[in-house]
């Protein structure tokens, strides 16, 4: 899957984020490595909301 995320040149290097995932942020050095540890941070994400999610009664519904 793609995500778009977001980066941010900063005094420590570089942050990173995911704005389709809420809190789903990181950071590097270089772009290059907080694209890495952003990739890191959203299987993360997403394997923590799929635990939280799987004894969940959820409905799928389709837009568009």
């Known amino acids: 899957m793609r995500y778009?995320?977001?980066?941010?040149?900063?005094e420590e290097g570089y942050a990173v984020w995911c704005p389709g995932l809420p809190g789903c942020w990181s950071q590097g050095e270089t772009e290059e490595e907080a694209l890495?540890?952003?990739?890191?941070?959203?299987?993360i994400y997403l394997e923590t909301v799929e635990e939280i999610n799987q004894d969940a009664d959820a409905r799928y519904v389709e837009v568009g």
Not at 4 to 10: A, D, E, G, I, T
């Open 36 to 43: 890495e540890n952003i990739k890191d941070a959203i299987s």
């Open 4 to 10: 778009q995320v977001r980066l941010k040149k900063s």
